[in-house]
Every structure is written in C-alpha cells, then in structure tokens.
C-alpha cells in the first residue's frame, strides 16, 4: 500500500507536484494558507487540512514547498508545525530552496524527535512541475532517499543524491548561480549586438549550436526575443536565491563577485516593479541602460 | 579547378585550418613571421612565400587567421600587405577575432581597390579547427560568402551568414562575452560547492541534465574538474576577446557591466602569469579568493 503523503505549499510550483502525486494514486492530505488550490485539489481527490500539524498526524511523510527559508522554518518547527504532529520515524521531504544552513537546523531539531528530513530542491520551473520532469538534488541520509525514491520518480526526471543534509540546497544555489549568470550572459550579449543592427534570430543561430549553447538558451531564447517575460520562474525569487548564494558564501569565506553583481541586478529588477516577470526579464535592465528594445523599434525613445 | 588559397597566420588554430584547406586540395601558398610552421606546410605540399603581398600576387583568395585588430591592420592595409597585391575580384576572408570597427575600416579600404572581404571568425578552438568543425559567423556581401561556401565547408560545420561587414564580428564579440560568463558562473558554482563539501562529480551530475547544462560544462566541465588548464583557448586571448567586446559597447553606448567585471578578472589572471593557460583557470582566481583547491586537498594551505 502506498504511504499517505501530506502536501504543505500549494503554489505554482507545489499545486502540480501534489496533483501529480494524487494522480499517481498517493492519498493525500494537503495544506495551504490560502485556501482556493485546497478547494482545488479536493476535487481530485486529496484531503484539506486545517494546520501543518494536522497534516503530520494524519500521513507518513510530508512534503513542503515553500518560498523561503522563514516559511519552511515556522512550518515544520513552529506552533502547529509538522514536528509538533510527527510520529517517530516520520518522514519531511522539504523540496523549496532555503539556505544549506536552515536545511541543516531543521534537520537537527527533526532527528532528535528521530523524524527523517530530507533536503530536495528541484530545477526546471512549472513547466517541469506539471510535467513531472524536474531535476531534484537530495542531501540527508541515503536510506531515506531511497526510501522516498518512488514519490521522487513521480515528480522528477534527473534524481541525484548529492550527500548529507544541506548538500541538497548547496547545489541548488549553485545550480541558481549558473542559470542567473547565464541569463545575464545572453542579455549583455542580445543587446550589444541588437544596438550594432545584428540580426537576433541569426545570431542565436550561429552561437546556440556551439560553445555557446546551453539549456537556458534553448528554453528561454525564443521567449526572451519574443520579448514575452511571463514566469516561468519569477525574478523576484530568483532574487532570493542568489542572496542564499551569496549568504553561503558569506558564512563559507568564499567569495562569489559575479554571483553578488547579478543579485544587484535582481534587487534593480525587483525595484523596478519587474519581480513576478520571468527571470529572463533582467535583460530589460540592460535594454533600458542601452536605450534599445529587443523587439520592435531599435530605440526606446 | 579548384581557387588558389592563400592562407596567412599559422598560430594554434591557423596550422590546422590551412593544414585541412591542403588535404582537400587547395593549392596554397602560406606566409607567417615565424618559419617553422611554413616549413612543416610546405612538406605536405604548400608553398612559402615571401610576404603577404606575394601571397595576394600567387593566389586568388586570402584568408588570415591572427592574434588582434593590428596584425590584421599590418597584414592587409600595411606595406607589403595583402591590399598591395591584389587584383580586382581579390577575396580576403578574415577568420581572426578582430573588433567589428577595424573590420569595416579593412573593408572600405579593400572596396575602394575593388577587392571583397568577409569578417568570419570562428569558435570551437584548437579542437575544432584540427576536426574541421569550427562554428564560423559570417558578415560581408551574402554573393562573396556564398562564393566561398566551399572552403567555409572544409573549415566548420555551423556556418551561418549574419549580415553585412563587421556583423561577424560582432556575432563573435557576443560569443566571447557568453562563453567567459559560462566559465566564471561555474567556477563560482564550483568553489562554493567545493568548500561547502560537495562531491563535485554529483554536483554536475546533479546540475548538468538540467537548467544548468551547457556546452561550456560538457566540453570544459571534466578537465577543470581534474585541474587541467592545458589550452584549449587561451585566457590571454579571451582577455583581449572581452576588450573587443567592452570597446564595441562602448561605441554604440550598450553597458556591459558584468563582461566588464569578467573582463578584469581576466586582466588580473594575466596578470598572475597565467595568460597562456586555457580560459576556463578563470576558476583558479575564484579558488585563490576562497584558499580551496577543487581538486587534491581542499584547503590551499
């Protein structure tokens, strides 16, 4: 029989990932502050809960995915928290992208209630959600990983155990340096060669089949010079992301000064009223210092 | 018959070009300052000459392949240069990386003597040129590209025609800029992993298949993680590649504000002697900053 799973965080992201696992025939109880995706997902057949804790009390194993560390602190270990309403040998699989650091003090206060934690942050936005064909880095014990491997395979595709607890969301940030800078990249470069009248669509053809090809390119090219900045995955979050880069750095004694330019960059973006576009949209930041559009007319003014 | 190619600039990447323009059966006539490699050519059946003007007098299309806008300049504008030898209906194809400003300066000049030149550098480096599968960005008259297509054939695989006179270039300047970025994202990526105590391995296993993924990984992924800086590309010439890029910003009033701190950190690993080692020991600076090494033992002292 399979483990009754709880679902504590029901947005973009959170909203696919337990739909597909009630389609994948897990019953599930699930909690959310707001209560329209509950509704939602009642109607597919999961159980509301009025708390965290009631959501512990009633599954084997919850998974959280929440957006920052505070939240996935106050729901696991805060009043009416899953700890609060976890069984011995329990099981929290956290899969939103908090700081290595909060990762390892949950897992802590989890293990001397002997409940497992497992931290499992995911890459590859909502189209991976609804698709079930995230990345997922998993950091905790390895024998809890396996053991949630079956509810893994239902959300995501490349499934890597990367060590012990926190190793997960040191990845993540990694993974969130490598997509910002690289989104930066392709933005500095679009646009200097838009102001130098080069044809965008032939430029992505000569340098997306060579050195400088990547999966950011491929996915998010065609939008980025459709000039179509809907999330995707918004700025505002990947904001927060670099900022967990770059406090890990910080407490690490490793300096990161591109990750720290481009977290600037995020802060600008956010400033600007930009922070629920998709986190491509940082090329608008230097459309507007160069004075040009990607699209349509060359000049903004 | 088959034209008569000139070929001028023997370096790392020049030798096998005009090594594989020889094995298709290109009658070539070479010239470099240096003689051993005309001497090595001329054993597989090229001939030396003199000068660049003898090589324009000898042969019907030239292609140069140097180190910086200057020796280009030197090279077809100066004395006993190209220009000086040419006949009407000349073709000069100048695969070197050169700043799209000296590139139209190169072909008005050659216009007014009724001569064609096309800007087509190339990426893929010493690898590529050797397999004959550069990428090549081409700009200049689309009659005079599709003229050459042939020898474009023997020397790369992605050959895109992007617009009028210094648009290769500047497609080139774009790739540049892309490519530096990809290689300091990692190494941030990396030697923050690294001192957090990921297995670097997982950690790109983990990130590869996903968002993060690029060609820069697969291609340069393994060597940096087994710390061999053997070029490959050298940091002294992205170094310069990026100057090329900034100074074209600054023409057209595009800022590039993290190309430019890439930039820097590219001056200073020159700086620390390491020009001549390949471009991705960017990360050597990275790993300095933070006193960990990513392979071998972990702290530097």
Redesign the interface.
Known sequence: MKERVGFIGLGTMGKPMATNLIKAGYPMVVYNRSKGPVKELEALGARGAESSLEVAEKTDLAVTMLPDSPDVIQVVLGAEGVLEGARNGYTIIDMSTIS?VAAQKIAKKASAKEVNFLDAPV???QKGAIEGSL?I?VGGERTVFEKCMDIFKVLGK?I?????T??GQ??K???Q??????L???G??????R?????LN??V???G????????LD?RGPHILAGDFQPGFKARLHHKDLRI?LE??DA????????S??HQ?YGALKAAGKGDLDHSAIVTL?ED????RLTGSRRTS
Chains 1, 2 share one sequence.
């Open positions: 290595p890459s590859g936005g990345s880095m490349n890597v155990y990367v060590g012990v926190g190793m040191t990845a940030a990694c993974n340096i490598v997509v910002a800078l690289t930066e990249a392709w500095e470069a679009l646009v200097l060669a102001k130098a009248g080069l044809d032939l430029l053809k000569a340098l089949g060579g050195f400088a090809g990547s999966r950011v996915v880069a890990t750095g690490l004694g490793v300096a990161l000064p591109v990750t330019l481009v960059m230097l210092l160069a004075q040009v």
